[in-house]
């Protein structure tokens, strides 16, 4: 198998309401050395938020100038998956990755989906919650349960078999990416890409497990059953319509 050569990762932040939090994620992405010396482009991308998101999103980026750091505001709130969208259309790197502003997930296992990529056996990475030996907090119930169905959901109509195709951790080819017309601008993100993606001819899709660091609602999580249902509306949308 031929190894693929990468010299640049775009790393997408969408950001809403996590002024207290962005800079520590920030310098999680900071210290994090990527296999083969690969460059980092990290795309921040604040959702109108109504905290200090912007301030501290500004005085970071002029306390670490060496940093690539490309930042990008939406005028009025759109949805996660909107600012996705937005960072989606301005990375430049071969391969990107997802990452949320919050604690939940470790940039250090960026690493972790690159292999299979470096390696040359894989186009799409997703980082599963539940699999593997690594650190998962235990938190709820039933939002397990959840991603668990949706998943299984997902899989029916994709003919996948993920483990966890909620999860925040998905490496992709940047152009295969950006070739796909991506809909949902809230959290149906997920199951429309998994559903699309699934569908390019010949498409390598691997699978590794991740640590999870769950916040609670009190600590700022902020999907709820609402989204669970709207995730169930577009795995039928997108695995049925094929749009």
């Not at 959840?146 to 993920?162: A, D, P, V, W």
């Not at 950006?178 to 993606?197: C, M, S, W, Y």
């Not at 569908?199 to 600590?219: A, D, H, L, M, Q």
Request: proline letters at 2%; a positive charge.
């Amino acid at each position: 198998m031929k190894t693929q050569m990468v010299k640049k990762l775009s790393i997408i932040i969408p950001a809403y309401n996590e002024g207290n939090t962005i800079h520590l994620i920030l310098d999680k992405v900071k210290e994090v050395n990527l296999l083969n010396d690969i460059e980092k482009e990290i795309i921040i991308v604040n959702d109108c938020s109504s905290d200090h998101t912007e301030e501290a999103i500004q005085d970071y980026i002029k306390n670490n100038d060496k940093l690539n750091i490309q930042y990008y505001k939406h005028e009025f709130n759109k949805g996660k998956g909107a600012a996705l969208h937005t960072g989606i259309s301005k990375a430049t790197g071969e391969y990107t990755i997802i990452q949320d502003a919050d604690l939940e997930y470790d940039p250090k296992e960026f690493n972790i989906l690159l292999k299979p990529i470096l390696d040359g056996f894989a186009d799409v990475v997703y980082g599963s919650r539940f699999m593997g030996g690594k650190p998962h907090r235990i938190l709820f119930f039933w939002h397990t349960i959840g991603n668990k169905f949706l998943t299984m959901l997902s899989n029916m109509f994709t003919n996948l078999n993920l483990s966890d195709m909620e999860t925040c951790y998905k490496m992709f080819n940047t152009k295969l990416l950006q070739g796909i017309k991506l809909k949902e601008n809230r959290f149906g993100f997920e199951p429309e890409v998994t559903a699309k993606i699934s569908r390019i001819s010949k498409i390598r899709i691997y699978e590794v497990g991740i640590s999870y660091y769950g916040r609670t609602y009190e600590e700022g999580k902020k999907i709820g059953w609402k989204d669970g249902f709207r995730a169930m509306f577009c795995i039928v949308k997108y695995g049925l319509l094929k749009m």
